[in-house]
């Protein structure tokens, strides 16, 4: 069954010095397991956020191009968490009804700009529910912040997945993405 996942990824400058690597090697490692017809997009955020690969479905892309988009991604200014998780929901919307979407966020939670309390965030997270898009959150390095990122995937309805080192964030996300692929069939 299509499925489709947004990647929210956090470039503030606290994902430096080896986080923002980690997620992009996440990410690297996951393309290749998505089938044909599954939608993804890639948003990405520090104090602003854009989409760095707009909705579309793996078959309409050239991964090549997206790897390279991923490579290009670098680390920047203050973390505001809200713009991100807005946006990737934004693109989630376009996913076409009764196709399964998961924003999954990758980030290590220190919200320092924009909405910064978990129970708001967690409310946003359940308001997005009703639309049938389930957020799950992978919380990179040693010290991420545990309370936004678990509000977000409770309120959700998705899984909090704890990546300390990088093999734990790719096994994570890797679990996450079969959990899905086992969840629809």
């Not at 090549?64 to 998780?85: D, P």
């Not at 999954?104 to 997005?128: C, F, K, M, R, W």
Request: glycine share 12%; no cysteine; proline share 2%.
């Amino acid at each position: 069954k299509t499925k489709a996942l947004v990647f929210v990824i956090d470039r503030s400058g606290s994902m430096s010095g080896g986080r923002l690597e980690s997620v992009k090697a996440v990410l690297e490692e996951t393309l290749p397991r998505l089938n044909p017809e599954d939608y993804i997009a890639i948003i990405s955020f520090d104090d602003t956020a854009v989409v760095n690969v707009p909705l579309a479905t793996i078959k309409d892309l050239d991964l090549k191009t997206v790897r390279k988009i991923i490579s290009e991604i670098h680390t920047g200014g203050s973390t505001n968490l809200e713009a991100g998780y807005r946006l990737g929901l934004k693109e989630a919307q376009k996913v076409t009804d009764g196709v399964e979407t998961t924003v999954i966020l990758l980030s290590d939670g220190q919200a320092n700009a924009g909405e910064t309390n978990p129970e708001v965030l967690g409310n946003i997270a359940t308001a997005a529910t009703e639309h049938l898009v389930t957020t799950s959150t992978i919380g990179i390095g040693h010290g991420y912040d545990e309370n936004v990122l678990g509000a977000l995937a409770d309120g959700g309805n998705g899984n909090h997945i704890a990546g300390i080192t990088q093999g734990e964030a790719v096994d994570g996300l890797q679990s996450e993405i079969d959990g899905l692929l086992t969840k629809t069939m």
